[in-house]
């Protein structure tokens, strides 16, 4: 097949699962898996995982970077350039009218009813995904109980990344105790995440220091381009860590935003299809119209890019490694634990009563039994709450 059949097919599922992709990096993963796995068999299971570990291991946005880190494994740099794009730009474009209307009307658009059907049908949607990743990364039941122990922890508050190294160093300890080490395992035990992980912490202590002596900053594409940048360069985490570091300048120490915008522009980044990530379109709309939208889109997704770019052709070596493959099983059953606990936190949100819930029995049997495309499913959820939301 030539590359540019790869590169259609690409643009095509990514601009499918941009427009379709609610509920968070975890929906979106599970949609990606029975995309590329189940349905087209782009990639094993194995392959799959190891790459939601690899993802897990980099700041930024992961479901982007998932993206990204399939369409170079599908078509090269080219593919990295078009899978990612075209899941970021439906989620763009629906959060740039959203910020228009705002602007515009001065309220948020209503999708209550729509993001009540498609919840209960997302969680089928991980649970389905989550019994096939596990088979693939629960290979011993070591891995089982580092995975039950992640999964605890988290519960319990413990950071993530501490979570995802922590396993990682324990599953290497273990087996470089239980088989003597060679030549060939004697590769650092993470090669490929040093650089990305070095840089950001590079130029988040390079921010930090700045920020503190910063005085209020006037508006400016530039410096809006590179506070998000930033932001896009260091961050791990769910929304409410971007909350925080968006907070911090943007209402704190530079006062272009007030708590109700960035908190409305946080919300619209939740609650429309695709990354959280383009909170940052909401919030440079706000500040400088569609220009400024575009410059924001640009940093905060630019990283990701670069980190999976320098970072993506070492999982093959890695996993060739059998000191540094066993860091990333720990990862790796560690990632799934973490989308588990996600699953059962927005199941706790999400199935409020005997609609929702029977939503999400009627979903997960017809992922299970029948193999029913997702895509058929968010818009039976999404037409389901409408209707809800009509009546009542």
């Not at 898996?33 to 087209?40: A, G, N, S, T």
Request: hydrophobic share 60%.
């Amino acid at each position: 097949m030539s590359r540019s059949i790869r590169l259609k097919e690409l643009a095509w599922l990514f601009l499918k699962l941009g427009i379709i992709g609610f509920g968070g990096p975890a929906a979106h993963i599970a949609m990606m898996e029975e995309e590329v796995v189940r349905r087209r068999g782009w990639l094993s299971r194995e392959k799959f995982i190891d790459l939601v570990g690899a993802t897990n291991l980099i700041p930024g946005p992961n479901s982007t970077e998932m993206a990204i880190h399939i369409g170079h494994t599908r078509a090269g740099f080219p593919g990295l350039l078009v899978a990612g794009a075209c899941f970021i730009l439906p989620a763009t474009l629906i959060v740039t009218a959203c910020a228009w209307a705002y602007v515009r009307f001065g309220a948020l658009p209503q999708v209550n009813g729509i993001l009540y059907g498609v919840k209960p049908v997302i969680i089928a949607i991980v649970l389905q995904a989550l019994s096939g990743l596990a088979k693939a990364a629960v290979k011993t039941p070591l891995l089982a109980g580092v995975g039950i122990a992640a999964a605890v922890l988290s519960f319990l508050g413990v950071n993530e990344l501490l979570l995802l190294f922590a396993a990682g160093l324990l599953i290497t300890a273990i087996r470089r105790l239980a088989a003597k080490p060679t030549r060939s395992s004697s590769m650092s035990i993470a090669p490929g995440f040093a650089p990305p992980a070095s840089t950001s912490a590079a130029v988040g202590a390079g921010v930090a220091v700045a920020a503190g002596s910063a005085a209020i900053v006037p508006f400016g594409l530039w410096p809006m381009f590179l506070f998000f940048l930033k932001v896009g360069s260091v961050l791990y985490g769910s929304g409410y860590v971007l909350l925080a570091f968006l907070r911090a300048d943007l209402v704190e120490r530079w006062h272009w935003l007030s708590e109700a915008q960035l908190l409305d522009a946080v919300a619209v980044g939740q609650m429309t299809p695709g990354p959280v990530f383009t909170t940052a379109t909401f919030i440079g709309y706000i500040l400088g119209g569609a220009p400024a939208a575009g410059v924001a889109t640009i940093g905060i997704f630019l990283p990701a890019f670069f980190f999976v770019a320098i970072s993506g052709p070492l999982v093959p070596r890695i996993r060739r490694s059998p000191l540094a493959g066993a860091f990333l099983d720990g990862v790796n059953v560690a990632s799934l634990a973490l989308m588990a606990v996600v699953t059962w936190r927005l199941g706790m949100v999400a199935l409020v009563d005997w609609l929702s819930l029977s939503l999400a029995i009627i979903s997960a049997v017809l992922l299970f039994r029948f193999k029913l495309n997702s895509a058929w499913l968010v818009a039976i959820g999404a037409l389901a709450g409408l209707i809800r939301q009509l009546v009542s």
